[in-house]
Each structure stands twice: as structure tokens, then as C-alpha cells.
């Protein structure tokens, strides 16, 4: 059975920063693309980040230059670092896993709220 677990999420003020992780099991992590989506209220989902099997790193306009996601293959993790946070970053984070000619695989999302 496939799970994708995020962690990390929370209240945090503006400026603030976050790491977010995501704990995959029951595929092999390292074969996989990973991304990060984020969904707020009334809007609708957006890829945040991506990190290649290989490594390579894609993000969203939005994030760039704040955020950087990382990959651990021996811990089967996947990480967003979240620097100088907004109110416009608040949302549910959604960890993804995909690969060619599989189905994706969603975490149920963990919540970020930037407030003062």
C-alpha cells in the first residue's frame, strides 16, 4: 500500500519560515519524481516544486528564490524548505509522486497559515 505523509506544517508568521516533508512508502522512492502542490481556499491546485529521480529541481514563479525542495532516497523524503513567507502562501500543501506511465500518488496535505 502506497502512502505519502506530510509533516511540518503550521501557523507561522509573515517573513517566517517552514519545512515541510513528506515520508513516502510502498514505492521505490528514488525511481519517482516528487512535486509539491499547493491548494487555497477557492483556488485551484498548483505545482509549488519538483525534484527530478535525477535531482533536478523546477519551481513555480510564485516561489522562486524562496523556496527548495530537497530529496533524502535513503530516508524515502521528500522536503520544502519555505523562507520568507507570505499570506499569499497560505494553503495545504500537497505532496505528489509520479512516474511515467504509473498513476500519481497523493499525501493528504498538511496545512500552512501565514499570519500575524
Known amino acids: 500500500q502506497v502512502q505519502l505523509v506530510e509533516s511540518g506544517g503550521g501557523l507561522v508568521q509573515p517573513g517566517g519560515s517552514l519545512t515541510l516533508s513528506c515520508a513516502a512508502s510502498?514505492?521505490?522512492?528514488?525511481?519517482?519524481?516528487m512535486e509539491w502542490y499547493r491548494q487555497a481556499p477557492g483556488k485551484q491546485r498548483d505545482m509549488v516544486a519538483l525534484?527530478?529521480?535525477?535531482?533536478?529541481?523546477v519551481y513555480g514563479n510564485s516561489v522562486k528564490g524562496r523556496f527548495t525542495i530537497s530529496r533524502d532516497n535513503a530516508k524515502n523524503t521528500v522536503y520544502l524548505q519555505m523562507n520568507s513567507l507570505s499570506p499569499e502562501d497560505t494553503a495545504v500543501y500537497y505532496c505528489?509522486?509520479?512516474?511515467?506511465?504509473?498513476?500519481?500518488?497523493w499525501g493528504q496535505g498538511t496545512q500552512v497559515t501565514v499570519s500575524s
Open positions: 510502498g514505492i521505490i522512492f528514488s525511481i519517482y519524481h
Open positions: 525534484i527530478s529521480s535525477g535531482g533536478t529541481t
Open positions: 505528489n509522486a509520479h512516474k511515467a506511465g504509473s498513476a500519481d500518488y
